[in-house]
Each structure stands twice: as C-alpha cells, then as structure tokens.
C-alpha cells in the first residue's frame, strides 16, 4: 500500500523487486539500530507491492543490524509463481553487501466464498479512550518486577516510539491466563489505518512478555519474526495480546497476536529474541540498553 511505502522510506531500484530504505529514527530501536519490526514489514510491503496480491505469511530472519541513516538496498522476487499464491524472498543489505536480513512468505488472491473463521479468543479490554498512555515500552516490566525506575528523562521521541502511540488497558479476563501476559493498545501517531506491513512492525514486542514473566528488567533483540495474516480491516487501533510462551538460556519465545478495535483476529504473529538484561540507572542516563529487535 502507498502509505506502507511512504511510512517505511521506500524507494524503487534498478528492476523488479529492487528498492531501498534509509535507516530514519522511527525505524531504529531504542538503541539507534535498525529495528527488527522495519525488516518484516519492508519484506511484507515489497512482496505486496511486486506481485500485487494480498500478503499470507512473512518470516523474517534478523542476521545484523545497521547504524541510522544507513541505505539497505532490498531484493524481493517470486521464487514460485501461482495463479493464486506466489512464494517470494525478500533480503535487504546495507552499503557493503552484507546481508543484514532474509525473509520468506507468500501473497495471495482470497477467495470469496472460501474457507473462513476465527478459532482464537480476544481478550477483554478497556478501549483505547479509556485505557492509560504508555510513555515507553519497559512501565509494566518494571512494575511487574517490582523494581523502582526514573522514567522521567526517557526520550518519547526515540526510535519506533517516535511513530506509535501505546495505550495500556486494563484487561478484565483473557481467554489464557499466565505469566507474562500483556496488552497493549497501539497506533501510528498520524493516525494512518493499520495495514499487515505496519502490524508486523507493532507486533515486534514479545520480549517485553517473557521479561514480564520471568519477572525481571530485560529487552531482547530479534532472531527472527513471523506473521501469519488473515483477512485485515479498517482500524486505527490494534489490540496487541503478547503470550511469552518459555524461555531458556536468555533466549525467549512467544506469540502476539493482533486484534481490530471491533475485536477482528488481523493476524498472528511468533518470535525469538536473545534475551539482555540491564539495569535501571540506564532510564536516568536516558540512555536505555537495547530494546526489543
């Protein structure tokens, strides 16, 4: 979509499938890097926007990162084309030709009178007008784990939080209960709808559920993302619901999945992170450790 390829700085290369992006603020980490949710939803808009047809599934493997305002230079082609489904890869490298990340997926035509429904359960919110603002993404770790942090010099306008607006609300029942679970309403601040490429960039938050449920201060950087993509809607809001589901040897695994405001399933999405602790007098440096990838 156009406002996928304004909102990520995509611009056309030489040939099909060829394009590039710089590294700007609002796709970066916390730590100034390249952000592991700007890699997915690169690989999602390019693959929409060379066969024209609606995304299925994105996985996206985060090999290295980059330094802000590096150029990545994007190669998205059809390895298997279809009548209804075309099997793409995506790979982005930055100015030397390392590869920075590879990613696999499909897009599709739907079929109107094909197979349809949602087996999964939303929980139970409070809407976004009635839900508290969420100035950075570490609050609810913090709190959960019991630790006093000074968040009154945390840059709003750092990486990916220059572009979202977070709400917290309050969850009155979840349909799975446990450790670590998380909800959070968000939206891009010029209040642009939601589309598959910018919820696969929201949805990059599952390290913060498995630093809720081990009960410590921690973020994570990506190995890898994955969406799978249902039939989308309009809505400026998505209900991000993050389920961690084990953690082993600092490195995390869990799902989000990603609800409408009419409580539509938009998508489903999986990572992996390699877990990194750090401390709470990096907020009063306002200078936070490395954030989600």
């Not at 980490?29 to 592991?36: F, I, N, P, T």
């Not at 590879?102 to 079929?111: D, E, N, P, Y």
């Amino acid at each position: 979509m156009d406002t996928d390829i304004e909102f990520l700085g995509l611009t056309a290369g030489d040939g099909p499938g060829h394009f590039h992006f710089t590294v700007e603020n609002h796709l970066a980490r916390l730590d100034g890097l390249l952000y592991g949710g700007t890699a997915i939803a690169v690989s999602i808009a390019t693959a929409e926007a060379l066969t024209n047809r609606s995304p299925l599934w994105m996985t996206t493997q985060f090999i290295a990162t980059a330094p802000a305002n590096e150029r990545i230079s994007v190669h998205t082609e059809v390895l298997a084309p279809g009548r209804r489904t075309n099997q793409v890869r995506v790979t982005g490298t930055d100015a030397a030709g390392d590869i920075m990340f590879a990613s696999l997926g499909a897009t599709g035509h739907h079929k109107e009178s094909g197979l349809a429904g949602t087996f999964d359960q939303a929980p139970t919110v409070s809407p976004p007008e009635r839900s508290e603002p969420w100035p950075n993404p570490f609050v609810a770790v913090v709190r959960n784990a019991g630790i006093e942090a000074d968040f009154s010099n945390f840059p709003t306008d750092l990486g990916f939080n220059a572009a979202l607006d977070f709400r917290e609300p309050t969850v009155e029942a979840h349909p799975d209960p446990g450790p670590g679970r998380m909800c959070v309403w968000a939206r891009r601040r010029d209040q642009v709808a939601i589309t598959p490429a910018i919820a696969s960039y929201v949805a990059d938050m599952v390290p913060l559920s498995v630093a809720h449920a081990c009960g410590v201060m921690a973020g994570g950087i990506s190995l890898d993302n994955t969406i799978r993509i249902g039939a989308f809607e309009t809505t400026e809001w998505v209900l991000i619901d993050l389920r961690p589901h084990l953690a082993v040897g600092d490195y995390g695994h869990g799902t989000a999945h990603v609800w409408s405001e009419s409580g539509a399933l938009l998508a489903t999405a999986s990572q992996t992170s390699s877990m990194m602790r750090f401390s709470p007098t990096d907020f009063a440096a306002a200078k936070p450790s490395p954030g989600e990838g």
